[in-house]
C-alpha cells in the first residue's frame, strides 16, 4: 500500500503562479521569479489558489523534500508580494570602516586599518542601500538577498587577532 503524503501552498490575491514542467514562476507586485524544483517521485500541480506539492512514496527523505520544495515556493510568493528586507550594522572600533558600491561588489576599505580593500560580492537580484553605519540589503529572492548578505559578512571576518577584543565587522541585526 502506498500512501501518498501532501504539502499545500496557498497562493493569495495579486500574484500569479505558472507551472511549465519542472520550471515554477511566481509573478506579483515586487518582480518575478523563477525556479527549477524538481525531485524524483514528487509532483507539483495547481488547483485554484493553491499549488500542492505531493510524493507518492512514503519515505523518510520524500517527506522532507516535499517540505522543502513547499518552504522553496513559499519563499517565491513571499519574495513577490513583500520582499525581503535585511539590515546589517556597521562594527568598529579602531578604524573607521569606508564602503563603496561598485557593479557588482561592495568594497570595504580601511577594515582593521589594512591598506589593501576587501570586497563581497552582490548576487544580481539584491540591492544594496549604504547608510553612514547601516546597510540594507533588498529584494525578492531570499536566497540572492540572504547569499549576498553572507558574502558581506564572510569578507569582514578577523584573522588573526581575538574577536572579544577586535570586534569590528558588519553583522545581520535585522531580518524581514
Known sequence: MVKEIARQVEIPEGVAVTIDGSTITAKGPKGEVTRQLCYPMIDITKEDSRLIVNSRLDRKQHR????TLAAHIG?????VSRGFEYKMKVVYSHFPIQLKQASNELIIGNFLGERKAR???I???AKIE???DQLTITGIDKEQVGQTMANIEQATRVHGFDI???QDGIYLVDKR
Do not use: D, E, Y
Open 119 to 121: 570586497s563581497a560580492k
Open 130 to 132: 549604504i547608510g553612514k
Open 164 to 166: 572579544r577584543i577586535f
Open 75 to 79: 519563499n517565491m510568493i513571499a519574495g
Open 123 to 125: 548576487l544580481p537580484g
Open 64 to 67: 522532507a523534500m516535499v517540505g
